[in-house]
C-alpha cells in the first residue's frame, strides 16, 4: 500500500525559504509520477509542481523561479525547495503520487494517493 508522509512546513516571513520533504513507501521498482499541491482556506486544491520518475518536472506559472522539485530514488524522498516565500503561498501542502501515464500532472484529478499534508504560512 502506497503510503506518502509530509514534512518540513511551518511558519516564515516573506522573502523567506523552506524545504519541504515527503517521504514514499509501497511503490519501489513502479513507474510514478510525484506532485505538490497546495490548498488555501476557501479555495480550491491547485497543482504546484510535480516530478516523474525520469526526472522530468513541471511548475505552476505562480511558483516558476522560486520553487523547486526535486527527489532522492534510493530513498524514495520528495522534496520542495521554496524560496522567496510570499503570504500568498500560504496553504497547506500536500505531497502526491501515481501511476498512471499521460495524465496532466498538475490536475488533482491525476493522482490516486496523497499524504496528510503540512501547513506553510508565509507572514508580511
Known amino acids: 500500500q502506497v503510503q506518502l508522509v509530509e514534512s518540513g512546513g511551518g511558519s516564515v516571513q516573506a522573502e523567506g525559504s523552506l524545504r519541504l520533504s515527503c517521504a514514499g513507501a509501497?511503490?519501489?521498482?513502479?513507474?510514478?509520477?510525484m506532485g505538490w499541491f497546495r490548498q488555501a482556506p476557501g479555495k480550491e486544491r491547485e497543482g504546484v509542481a510535480t516530478i516523474a520518475t525520469d526526472g522530468t518536472t513541471s511548475y505552476a506559472n505562480s511558483v516558476k523561479g522560486r520553487f523547486t522539485i526535486s527527489q532522492d530514488n534510493t530513498k524514495n524522498l520528495m522534496y520542495l525547495q521554496m524560496n522567496s516565500l510570499k503570504p500568498e503561498d500560504t496553504a497547506m501542502y500536500y505531497c502526491a503520487a501515481d501511476f498512471r501515464i499521460g495524465l496532466p500532472r498538475l490536475l488533482v484529478g491525476s493522482y490516486n494517493y496523497w499524504g496528510q499534508g503540512t501547513q506553510v504560512t508565509v507572514s508580511s
Open positions: 509501497g511503490y519501489a521498482g513502479s513507474r510514478w509520477c
